[in-house]
């Protein structure tokens, strides 16, 4: 036995001695890679640009086979692949690990020394950077590879026909670069190709890609998504693929009927895509013939039909996406009845689809996604989770019912959806408290509840989501207290977004948050009234929102240490003092908001990245010529600038040339002084241009016509003299907002103006503008339509987002603020002037949308317009102080909406015409006319005259009131010619004195009104 147990054992030493020596014998044979390839790929590197140095290992002393990206034939040494694709990005939600991607990719030129490299088989540049290089014609004579990826690189120009020569290529991959092709007969001698695809390269000239790709016996996989693809050939030129198995012809335009007769052939198609094809029509019958089909996409596309019954015939459908197809009818029960292997539902965006999710779809026990979002479900929640709480529960990872008009309580039965990672319930009616089993989902990472009824307040277990990454809660009810707990172990969170509720923070001054988020919005929450000290150790913080949180501090010093890293900070609306520091350093920040707080000082200069500035609503003051002219040499990249409400003072500087990104430029309520600087006039972007209540004088300077996209000029509360500019109404085709108001502008109202089609808001109030009133104002074709909510905003887009216009209108006596809603408000204000002659009866009655006139204080004659009653959207009528005459129009009744009307002071006479909303007006409004009825004390006789009082007093007494009438004329003559005499003979004294008169006359008139 001995003897045999030391036999064993010498066997296995002799054994392991041999292979040992086998693998010695083995490693003596590597030789490494080939000197002559090495030398080819370093001057392959000479030629590259490699910003993060990712070919550092690329070093003539070390094996080439053992460089970055390098891959070698172990037997020969030779290399068999190049592997230089950027490393994909998978979360492109952090601008960090953008950057840092973006700054990885390899560029400059491609260096024909790879023709050195006879074996390569395997080539891949892709997600790099080659931007104005063309596809080099070189790598056609690389007859060896099989794989060729270029795709995402930036090259750009003609494909080269040349890659037709590679016989052996089995994967072609060129999506994505700024391409064209002329043919594709270079294709037919690829007869190993496999996978090809030419997505997002420009196809438009190619007739022949159909047969072309139908006849590559080996293609499996085809994707022609966004190639400008149209016509189609005639089918019977068309040799079919059976082995086609992947078609993606996404996002072209092809003729309905072509298209899906040919793909019914593919009889072994297992994925196809034709989103957004303009495909229309009821979804084809023929389709459900594709037996083989795991994957189906037809979004984006004008289907106009409900979903067939047909569905469950697919026995292997795996993936459905009808999304925004104009789907229509109901829910159907068919989809519940696909088969077990199908988990992925795409029927989001079909407005006019309805109904419930039918109770059957708890059948669907391996749903991994169902997508539901804009569906009008208008379901109860509680019975959606409870159907989908089944079997599906054990499978399902995202649910997305955003603004499916569902309502009720979310109950506790979400914990059981143990696989749930991505949970969308934005934009419903959902009320009630957050349960407590939201903290038990354990794979939640995204949560969307903005945009509901929720309340309560934020539950404890939310702080057990150890895996959540983006929470957005914003726009709910919830109120109550915040603390530690609720972020105890949230260390993955990046977005927390959760303003618009009433939230209070409530945690330790030392407190270090688990987290390092890149999104934080607690707008609204109370934070203060101390700076937020936690904030410091937000070290990755990109967008900030702090507004209206209560905080009654100065910015400490660390926090500007920090504001290099944000893109948005919002510190709005809370009582933040102190001054701006330079904030030069906001590096990458595309919205900077700082307004309605006690920021004092000078205006500091920023980074000309900034796309948006709001400082307005501070106390900064100062010369704001530092901030504007201190970077001459330099283009800013500003898009808004408001510094609106603060008491910034001196002249405008004309330096305006370097910010011609400006579209809105917002300088009102501040103390400027001088001219309007020239240089405003080369900011031919600029759409709002706001200078209200300085003391700016001068002419309307003749460059800014050359703004011609200008939608917004208020020039209001100023000193500007000279006449309205006729150039206007030829330069400036865009204008909806003219407000000139509280000017000294004198002259006519030039016909010149009518040219403004889109004109809805007219103020031309408060000057000393003459002549009569254009008889072209009907050309104002906006303020002849309705008001409709579907009117285009009145707002100004930009790359950081989309901002409402603002303007300030006197309506209904009132001054009052329009933002958000100003697309509604149709306005004409010429009162305070001294305007002449007759009212345009025709022309002033076809403005039917207009909300509000106002002619008062003026001089004109004639009388009311008797088809005002045809202005039915009017709200606010003011005609008083004029010299009006007539009765008032019998029309006027028709005025529904009429809430506002003032005829004081005319020379109208009879009854009041009867409607509810004239009787209802104060009498003030009647007053200094010869009118009687409701509202008036004066009652109407038969002919509709003012009854007389009856005198029967003794005849001394009219003797004595015959005495002082006497007393009084003499008087009236004494007074007349020894005060207002010289006022008949010096014109400009009697016009000066009668609008002073009539000034102060109104002035004491609407303060009667308001003590009343």
Same mark, same amino acid.
């Given at each position: 036995?001995?003897?045999?147990?030391?036999?064993?054992?010498?066997?296995?030493?002799?054994?392991?001695?041999?292979?040992?020596?086998?693998?010695?014998?083995?490693?003596?044979?590597?030789?490494?890679?080939?000197?002559?390839?090495?030398?080819?790929?370093?001057?392959f590197?000479?030629d590259?640009?490699?910003?993060?140095?990712?070919?550092?290992?690329?070093?003539?002393?070390?094996?080439?086979?053992?460089?970055?990206?390098?891959?070698?034939?172990?037997?020969?040494?030779y290399?068999?692949?190049?592997?230089?694709?950027?490393?994909?990005?998978?979360?492109?939600?952090?601008?960090?690990?953008?950057?840092?991607?973006?700054?990885?990719?390899?560029?400059?030129?491609?260096?024909?020394s790879?023709?050195?490299?006879?074996?390569?088989?395997?080539?891949?540049?892709?997600?790099?950077n080659?931007?104005?290089?063309?596809?080099?014609?070189f790598?056609?004579s690389?007859?060896?590879?099989?794989?060729?990826?270029?795709?995402?690189?930036?090259?750009?120009?003609?494909?080269?026909?040349?890659? /037709?020569?590679?016989?052996?290529?089995?994967?072609?991959?060129?999506?994505?670069?700024?391409?064209?092709?002329?043919?594709?007969?270079?294709? +037919?001698?690829?007869?190993?190709?496999?996978f090809?695809?030419?997505?997002?390269?420009?196809?438009?000239?190619?007739?022949?890609?159909?047969?072309?790709?139908?006849?590559?016996?080996?293609?499996?996989?085809?994707?022609?998504?966004?190639?400008?693809?149209?016509?189609?050939?005639?089918?019977?030129?068309?040799?079919?693929?059976?082995?086609?198995t992947?078609?993606?012809? !996404?996002?072209?335009?092809?003729?309905?009927?072509?298209?899906?007769?040919?793909?019914?052939?593919? =009889?072994?198609?297992?994925?196809?895509?034709?989103?957004?094809?303009?495909?229309?029509?009821?979804?084809?019958?023929?389709?459900?013939?594709?037996?083989?089909?795991?994957?189906?996409?037809?979004?984006?596309?004008?289907? #106009?039909?409900?979903?067939?019954?047909?569905?469950?015939s697919?026995?292997?459908?795996?993936?459905? *996406?009808?999304?925004?197809?104009?789907?229509q009818?109901s829910?159907?029960?068919?989809?519940?009845?696909?088969?077990?292997?199908?988990?992925?539902?795409?029927?989001?965006?079909?407005?006019?689809?309805?109904?419930?999710i039918?109770? =059957?779809?708890?059948?669907?026990?391996?749903?991994?996604?169902?997508?539901?979002?804009?569906?009008?479900?208008?379901?109860d929640?509680?019975?959606?989770?409870e159907?989908l709480?089944?079997?599906?529960?054990?499978?399902?990872?995202?649910?997305?019912?955003?603004?499916?008009?569902?309502?009720?309580?979310?109950?506790?039965?979400?914990?059981?959806?143990?696989?749930?990672?991505?949970? $969308?319930?934005?934009?419903?009616?959902i009320?009630?408290?957050?349960?407590?089993?939201?903290?038990?989902?354990?794979?939640?990472?995204?949560?969307?509840l903005? /945009?509901?009824?929720?309340?309560?307040?934020?539950?404890?277990?939310?702080?057990?989501?150890?895996?959540?990454?983006?929470?957005?809660?914003?726009?709910n009810?919830?109120?109550?207290?915040?603390?530690?707990?609720?972020?105890?172990?949230?260390?993955?969170?990046?977005a927390?977004?959760?303003?618009?509720? $009433?939230l209070?923070?409530?945690?330790?001054?030392?407190?270090?948050?688990?987290?390092?988020?890149?999104?934080?919005?607690?707008?609204?929450?109370?934070l203060?009234?101390?700076?937020?000290?936690?904030?410091?150790? &937000?070290?990755?913080?990109?967008?900030l929102?702090?507004?209206?949180?209560?905080?009654?501090?100065?910015?400490?010093?660390?926090?500007?240490?920090?504001?290099?890293?944000?893109?948005?900070?919002?510190?709005?609306?809370?009582?933040?003092?102190? &001054?701006?520091p330079?904030?030069?350093?906001?590096?990458? #920040?595309?919205?900077?908001?700082?307004?309605s707080?006690?920021?004092?000082?000078?205006?500091?200069?920023?980074?000309?990245?900034?796309?948006?500035?709001?400082? $307005?609503? *501070?106390?900064?003051?100062?010369?704001?010529?530092?901030?504007?002219?201190g970077?001459?040499?330099?283009?800013?990249?500003?898009?808004v600038?408001?510094?609106?409400?603060?008491?910034?003072?001196d002249?405008?500087?004309?330096?305006?040339?370097?910010?011609?990104?400006?579209?809105?430029?917002?300088?009102?309520?501040?103390?400027?002084?001088?001219?309007i600087?020239?240089s405003?006039?080369?900011?031919?972007?600029?759409?709002?241009?706001?200078?209200?209540?300085?003391?700016? =004088?001068?002419?309307?300077?003749?460059?800014?016509?050359?703004?011609?996209?200008?939608? !917004?000029?208020?020039?209001?509360?100023?000193?500007?003299?000279?006449?309205?500019?006729?150039?206007?109404g030829?330069?400036?085709?865009?204008?909806?907002?003219?407000?000139?108001?509280?000017?000294?502008?004198?002259?006519?109202?030039?016909?010149?103006?009518?040219?403004?089609?889109?004109?809805?808001?007219?103020?031309?109030?408060?000057?000393?503008?003459?002549?009569?009133?254009?008889?072209?104002?009907?050309?104002? &074709?906006?303020?002849?339509?309705? *008001?409709?909510?579907?009117?285009?905003?009145?707002?100004?887009?930009?790359?950081?987002?989309?901002?409402?216009?603002?303007?300030?209108?006197?309506?209904?006596?009132?001054?009052?603020?329009?933002?958000?809603?100003?697309?509604?408000?149709?306005?004409?204000d010429?009162?305070?002037?001294?305007?002449?002659?007759?009212i345009?009866?025709? &022309?002033?009655? #076809?403005?039917?949308g207009?909300?509000?006139?106002?002619?008062s204080?003026?001089?004109?004659?004639?009388?009311?317009?008797?088809?005002?009653?045809?202005?039915?959207e009017?709200? !606010?009528?003011?005609?008083?102080?004029?010299?009006?005459?007539?009765e008032?129009?019998?029309?006027?009744?028709?005025?529904?909406?009429?809430?506002?009307?003032?005829?004081?002071?005319n020379?109208?006479? /009879?009854?009041?015409? +009867? =409607?509810?909303?004239?009787? #209802?007006?104060?009498?003030?409004?009647?007053?200094?006319?010869?009118?009687?009825?409701?509202?008036?004390?004066?009652?109407?006789?038969?002919? *509709?005259?003012?009854?007389?009082?009856?005198?029967?007093?003794?005849e001394?007494k009219?003797?004595?009131?015959?005495?002082?009438?006497?007393?009084?004329?003499?008087?009236?003559?004494?007074?007349?010619?020894?005060v207002?005499?010289?006022?008949?003979?010096?014109?400009?004294?009697?016009?000066?004195?009668?609008?002073?008169?009539?000034?102060?006359?109104?002035r004491?008139?609407?303060?009667?009104?308001?003590?009343?």
């Amino acid at each position: 036995m001995a003897m045999a147990a030391f036999v064993t054992i010498l066997f296995l030493l002799i054994a392991a001695a041999n292979l040992s020596i086998s693998s010695c014998f083995q490693n003596s044979n590597y030789v490494g890679c080939i000197e002559e390839e090495k030398q080819a790929l370093l001057r392959f590197k000479q030629d590259l640009i490699d910003p993060s140095n990712r070919l550092a290992s690329w070093v003539g002393h070390r094996d080439c086979c053992k460089w970055a990206g390098v891959v070698c034939n172990k037997e020969t040494g030779y290399v068999s692949e190049l592997r230089l694709n950027n490393p994909p990005l998978n979360d492109y939600s952090s601008d960090v690990k953008y950057k840092a991607y973006e700054m990885s990719k390899l560029g400059g030129q491609l260096n024909p020394s790879l023709l050195g490299l006879k074996n390569l088989i395997h080539l891949d540049l892709s997600d790099n950077n080659f931007v104005g290089n063309s596809i080099p014609e070189f790598i056609g004579s690389m007859v060896s590879l099989r794989y060729l990826n270029l795709s995402v690189s930036g090259f750009q120009g003609k494909v080269p026909h040349q890659l /037709g020569n590679l016989s052996n290529l089995q994967y072609l991959d060129l999506q994505a670069n700024r391409l064209y092709v002329e043919n594709l007969q270079w294709l +037919s001698g690829l007869s190993f190709l496999e996978f090809l695809d030419l997505s997002i390269i420009d196809l438009s000239t190619t007739t022949d890609w159909l047969q072309v790709v139908t006849k590559l016996p080996s293609l499996l996989e085809l994707r022609l998504s966004n190639c400008l693809l149209g016509e189609l050939p005639l089918l019977e030129d068309v040799n079919v693929s059976s082995s086609l198995t992947v078609l993606d012809l !996404s996002w072209n335009w092809f003729d309905y009927s072509l298209i899906h007769r040919w793909i019914f052939r593919l =009889s072994n198609l297992m994925s196809l895509n034709l989103q957004a094809n303009n495909l229309q029509g009821p979804i084809p019958d023929n389709l459900q013939n594709l037996t083989s089909l795991k994957i189906l996409d037809l979004s984006f596309n004008y289907l #106009s039909s409900g979903l067939p019954n047909w569905f469950h015939s697919f026995s292997q459908l795996e993936y459905l *996406n009808f999304c925004s197809c104009n789907l229509q009818g109901s829910m159907s029960t068919a989809i519940s009845n696909l088969s077990s292997t199908f988990n992925n539902l795409e029927i989001s965006f079909n407005s006019e689809l309805s109904g419930k999710i039918p109770r =059957s779809f708890g059948k669907l026990c391996n749903l991994v996604s169902i997508s539901l979002t804009g569906v009008k479900l208008g379901q109860d929640i509680s019975e959606v989770v409870e159907i989908l709480s089944g079997c599906a529960s054990n499978t399902l990872e995202s649910v997305y019912m955003g603004r499916c008009q569902l309502s009720g309580h979310l109950i506790n039965q979400l914990g059981r959806f143990n696989r749930l990672n991505l949970l $969308s319930l934005w934009g419903n009616s959902i009320s009630g408290p957050i349960p407590e089993s939201l903290g038990e989902l354990p794979s939640l990472k995204t949560l969307y509840l903005y /945009g509901n009824k929720l309340n309560g307040s934020l539950p404890t277990n939310f702080g057990k989501l150890a895996k959540l990454e983006d929470a957005v809660i914003s726009q709910n009810f919830l109120e109550g207290v915040v603390s530690e707990v609720h972020f105890a172990n949230l260390t993955r969170l990046k977005a927390f977004i959760a303003h618009g509720n $009433s939230l209070k923070l409530k945690v330790d001054a030392d407190w270090v948050p688990p987290f390092h988020v890149e999104a934080l919005a607690l707008g609204s929450w109370q934070l203060g009234p101390r700076f937020p000290s936690w904030l410091q150790s &937000q070290e990755h913080l990109l967008n900030l929102d702090i507004s209206n949180s209560g905080i009654f501090d100065s910015v400490p010093a660390w926090f500007w240490n920090l504001s290099y890293q944000f893109t948005v900070l919002d510190l709005s609306h809370n009582q933040i003092y102190g &001054q701006i520091p330079s904030i030069d350093v906001f590096s990458y #920040s595309l919205v900077i908001d700082l307004s309605s707080n006690k920021f004092m000082g000078p205006l500091p200069r920023v980074s000309s990245r900034v796309a948006a500035l709001d400082v $307005s609503n *501070n106390s900064l003051s100062g010369s704001i010529s530092n901030f504007l002219c201190g970077k001459l040499n330099e283009l800013s990249g500003t898009q808004v600038l408001n510094l609106a409400d603060n008491h910034f003072s001196d002249e405008i500087p004309d330096c305006w040339g370097n910010w011609q990104t400006l579209v809105a430029i917002k300088l009102a309520n501040n103390k400027f002084s001088g001219k309007i600087p020239g240089s405003l006039g080369s900011l031919s972007s600029l759409q709002s241009l706001s200078l209200r209540n300085n003391s700016l =004088s001068g002419e309307l300077p003749l460059s800014l016509r050359n703004c011609s996209n200008l939608v !917004s000029i208020d020039f209001s509360q100023n000193n500007f003299a000279g006449s309205i500019p006729t150039w206007m109404g030829k330069w400036l085709p865009n204008i909806k907002i003219l407000s000139l108001h509280s000017n000294k502008l004198h002259g006519a109202i030039p016909d010149e103006l009518c040219a403004l089609n889109s004109l809805q808001i007219l103020d031309l109030g408060q000057n000393e503008l003459s002549g009569t009133i254009p008889r072209c104002i009907n050309n104002f &074709q906006a303020m002849i339509t309705k *008001n409709d909510s579907a009117t285009t905003s009145i707002s100004y887009a930009t790359s950081s987002g989309s901002y409402f216009e603002d303007a300030l209108l006197v309506i209904k006596g009132r001054v009052v603020e329009y933002s958000t809603t100003l697309k509604l408000v149709r306005s004409m204000d010429l009162s305070d002037n001294l305007l002449s002659g007759e009212i345009p009866n025709k &022309q002033i009655t #076809s403005l039917q949308g207009l909300q509000s006139l106002n002619l008062s204080h003026n001089l004109l004659t004639g009388r009311v317009p008797e088809n005002i009653g045809a202005m039915r959207e009017l709200e !606010s009528l003011d005609l008083s102080m004029n010299q009006l005459s007539g009765e008032i129009p019998q029309s006027i009744s028709s005025l529904t909406f009429l809430s506002h009307l003032n005829l004081s002071y005319n020379n109208l006479i /009879g009854k009041i015409p +009867s =409607s509810t909303q004239l009787q #209802s007006v104060s009498a003030s409004s009647f007053v200094g006319n010869k009118l009687c009825g409701a509202p008036l004390a004066e009652i109407c006789n038969e002919d *509709n005259t003012t009854s007389k009082i009856e005198n029967d007093g003794e005849e001394s007494k009219g003797l004595e009131v015959e005495w002082k009438i006497v007393s009084i004329t003499i008087g009236f003559v004494v007074g007349f010619w020894g005060v207002l005499g010289p006022l008949i003979l010096n014109r400009a004294w009697r016009i000066e004195y009668y609008q002073f008169l009539d000034r102060m006359w109104y002035r004491i008139q609407l303060l009667f009104l308001a003590i009343n």
